[in-house]
């Protein structure tokens, strides 16, 4: 299966990046929690130049807890890279990024000589969501997608931080299909970039795999049905996706699974783990039925 995906004005975005990073003292790099690794662009490494990079964690209210502990003893192995899991609408946390950056650049955060700080990351990971925070009101577009500006503006945070108040746009890199089946799930791409049905079939799979008790607590099943595609069915009957004759309506029950795991009414849930196996991932496809 081809993945349909292919954004434009990629270079052009990374060139802009590398750009600012030259005048900024540290990075902060947003991921979502739940998928960490698929949520990067992994050229950020060479674009940041041993600048001093936060890995923030985003969406931690909807990750597996476990899951990113250890997500956070992966990254604090890289040099210069600190990381830190969070909700980025929550204030109270948002704080934890403030004292980090100052930690980071312990030259700079005195009158004068604010700390330089950009917010990086693929879309819908909540960057626009954390620079609001960040800012204590409304500067960045929540849902919105934007592209770096040419001149973008900076905006003193009134604690020592000074910040670019455009986020700078990455792309996820989508060089293997659990990654991008992965980030759709997370509704990091749209579902105009692959089959909504084979992306619920898919978290299915991984979600009988990976967490069966929480579904069988949210669905109310004694036991899991015999495969992804029968527990689809089981789920579009649960939430009543159904046409006439009471046909489960397996496009809509997918649809309306993922929106349940975006939501975390299932749970708290990762989709990825510090060195997942390759063969976890061509096991998961091989149970889904999904061509590769
Ligand atoms: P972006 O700039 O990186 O593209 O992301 P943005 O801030 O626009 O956030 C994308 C979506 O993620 C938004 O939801 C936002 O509310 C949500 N979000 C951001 N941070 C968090 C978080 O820490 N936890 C949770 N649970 N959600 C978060 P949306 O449905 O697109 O918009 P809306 O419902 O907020 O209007």
């Given amino acids: ?20 990073i030259r005048k900024i003292d540290v990075i902060i790099e947003v991921l979502d929690a739940r998928l960490p690794y698929s949520s ?16 923030l964690l985003n969406k931690n209210d909807l990750a597996d807890p476990m899951v990113t502990k250890s997500w956070v003893q992966h990254f604090q192995k890289g040099s210069g890279v600190r990381a830190l899991p969070m909700s980025a609408k929550r204030m109270a946390e948002v704080k934890n990024l403030v004292k980090l950056c100052k ?16 917010v990086v ?10 620079i609001n925070t960040l800012a204590g009101k409304s500067i960045a577009k929540v849902g919105d997608k934007p592209a770096i500006t040419l001149r973008p503006q900076q905006i003193s945070l009134g ?18 299909q659990g990654g991008a089946y992965r980030l759709a799930t997370s509704g990091a791409i749209g579902a105009n970039a692959l089959d909504y049905t084979n992306v619920g079939i898919f978290a299915a799979a991984y979600m009988m795999r990976r ?19 029968e527990l689809i069915e089981v789920i579009g009957r649960c939430l009543g996706c159904l046409v006439a004759g009471g046909v489960v309506d ?15 009414k299932v749970g708290r849930i990762s989709f990825e783990e510090p060195l997942t196996p390759d063969d976890v991932e061509s096991e998961l496809l091989r149970f889904s039925g999904i061509d590769s």
């Fill in 103 to 118: 930690q980071l650049a312990p030259n700079r955060g005195k009158p004068g000589l604010p700390v330089r700080t950009m």
């Fill in 40 to 55: 990067s662009n992994h050229l950020l490494e060479q674009l940041r130049r041993n600048k001093p990079c936060i890995k």
């Fill in 211 to 229: 967490y069966p008790e929480l579904l069988k607590e949210r669905y109310k099943l004694a036991e899991l049905p015999e495969g992804p595609h």
């Fill in 159 to 176: 604690n020592g931080i000074l910040l670019f108040d455009t986020p700078g746009l990455l792309w996820p890199v989508m060089d293997d």
């Fill in 250 to 264: 397996v496009h809509r029950a997918a649809e309306a699974f993922l929106r349940e795991l975006r939501a975390g």
């Fill in 1 to 20: 299966m081809t993945i349909k995906w292919y954004p434009g004005h990629m270079s052009k975005a990374h060139e802009q990046i590398s750009e600012l």
């Fill in 121 to 130: 990351g693929i879309p819908n990971v909540g960057k626009s969501t954390l």
